[in-house]
């Protein structure tokens, strides 16, 4: 039966991200050990994601591994790591953790370290690089803009509503909880000005009002954000009569 040790995150040492674990070793000749593979390389971090990043480290006669995680750069970001471990099967040390968008873009350096039961040190180590990339923001569309009443005295009420949509494939779906802004535009102007705003919910509706002063257009308005794009919908009319 296979011997299975899982140890946490021991240290971080000089700016370095250090993962140790420890468990009797399997009789060899000789102290040795060898970085296999660190997966995926490059790294590569989307934003607000996390990318899980595994390192295998293979090794003889050893009874404790650390690895050592470090940018080869001073500037150094600290690594924040969720639930890292490693896993040990025979020769095979597997360490997992994870990179995000704070961690640093570019070289960083991968360095193994066996000791056996007397503590004597065998070392390796290998380069790997993180890059950073922003993630594709996706289109929207402002849809079944209305502005109404279409006539309306002075003082009164104008009553907004509409649809923010993202696009999904081949389909539009509604956005919850994002805002989206009223602009007016007064008859023979050029300016926009903003009036009110409103949040989205259920399939993306939203409903907003206004008091009436002026006869002329309004349009709705979203700004978009780090996942979406911006968008503007079509204006509506309205005619203002006074008392």
């Keep these: 039966m296979k011997r299975i040790a899982v ?6 040492v000089g700016g370095s991200l250090l993962l140790s674990a420890g468990t009797a070793s399997a009789e060899r000749t000789a102290l040795s050990v060898r970085i296999d593979s660190v997966n995926p390389n490059p790294v590569v971090v989307q934003d607000g994601e996390d990318t899980r990043v595994t390192i295998e480290v293979r090794t003889t006669e050893a009874t404790r591994v650390e690895l050592r995680l470090k940018p080869v750069s001073d500037e150094f970001r600290a690594l924040d790591v969720r639930e890292p471990r490693i896993i040990h099967e025979g020769d095979l040390w597997r360490f997992s953790t994870s990179f995000d968008e704070d961690d640093f873009e570019g070289r960083w350096l991968a360095i193994a370290e ?22 594709e923001k996706a289109d929207t569309r402002l849809t079944g803009f209305r502005a109404d009443p279409e006539a309306v005295r002075k003082g009164r009420w104008v009553y ?21 802004e009223i602009y007016f535009r007064p008859r023979g102007s050029s300016a926009w000005k903003w009036v009110t705003s409103a949040d989205t919910g259920w399939k993306g509706s939203f409903r907003a009002k206004a008091r009436a002063s002026k006869s002329g257009e309004y349009r709705a308005v979203f700004d978009g954000d780090d996942r979406l794009e911006d968008s503007t919908s079509r204006s509506d009319r309205i005619r203002v009569w006074r008392r």
Excluded: I, M, P
């Design 7 to 12: 140890g946490l995150l021991s240290a971080a």
């Design 114 to 135: 066996a000791y056996d039961k007397d503590g004597k040190k065998v070392t390796d180590q290998v380069n790997f690089s993180v890059k950073h990339e922003e993630q």
């Design 160 to 180: 907004f509503t509409g649809r923010l949509q993202v696009s999904r494939g081949h389909e539009w779906r509604g956005v919850r909880d994002e805002e989206v």
